[in-house]
């Protein structure tokens, strides 16, 4: 018997140890205004695949990455689900001032999410205040046809939680010129 409380009394004080010695868990992000997104140029897509030429402009045929970045501006550790991008997120890309449409077999994948949600989360990230903590990227050619040459405006919205409001990024702007990505190297057509 007193080898049980023992161990029991053992195991207790261990636990409290383990739990003392935890960082912040945080809570789940009820107002979305507390965070804020922003889009930066996945530079390494771009080095990778052309020319090495991360200020643009970009020949058609680059590819077109950029990560969600977002920063808790609250006093407090936040944690944000992060479970479906086909739920959480909606880009929002303009040329030359026409919004485009995301590609045809993806509209409908977009809209069953609004009406059927995904049930649950798959992952969760911590947010410390003040930080700028990259999370997810952010891939055109999963939503858009390929780009053709213009002048494009691209913004995200997201949301963290089902039913709750869209937050929204800044504008990112960025120009796309004939030509194309080829075998690690960008190549002028009006070359040839």
């Known amino acids: 018997m007193r080898k049980s409380v023992t161990a029991l009394l053992s195991l207790l004080i261990q636990g409290w140890a383990t739990v003392a010695g935890q960082e912040p868990s945080g809570y789940i992000v009820k107002d979305p205004r ?15 695949k052309c ?6 402009p970009y020949p058609t045929g680059s590819v077109f990455s950029f990560r969600i970045d977002v920063l808790n501006m609250s006093q407090q550790v936040v944690r944000i ?3 479906n991008v086909w739920y959480q997120d909606r880009p929002e890309l303009f040329r030359d001032g026409d919004k485009l449409e995301y590609k045809e077999r993806l509209r409908s994948v977009v809209k069953s999410y609004e009406h059927h949600p995904p049930g649950s989360m798959l992952q969760g990230i911590n947010l410390t205040p003040g930080v ?61």
């Open 34 to 48: 507390v965070i804020k997104i922003e889009l930066r140029p996945n530079r390494a897509e771009f080095l990778d």
């Open 51 to 56: 020319d090495r030429n991360t200020s643009g």
């Open 81 to 83: 689900p992060v479970f």
């Open 132 to 192: 700028l903590t990259p999370t997810v990227y952010l891939q055109l050619r999963d939503w858009y046809e390929p780009l053709e040459p213009g002048h494009y405006q691209l913004s995200i919205k997201h949301r963290f939680e089902i039913g709750q409001d869209w937050i929204e990024s800044e504008v990112l702007t960025f120009e796309v010129i004939p030509g194309s990505c080829v075998f690690g190297s960008s190549v002028d057509s009006r070359q040839f």
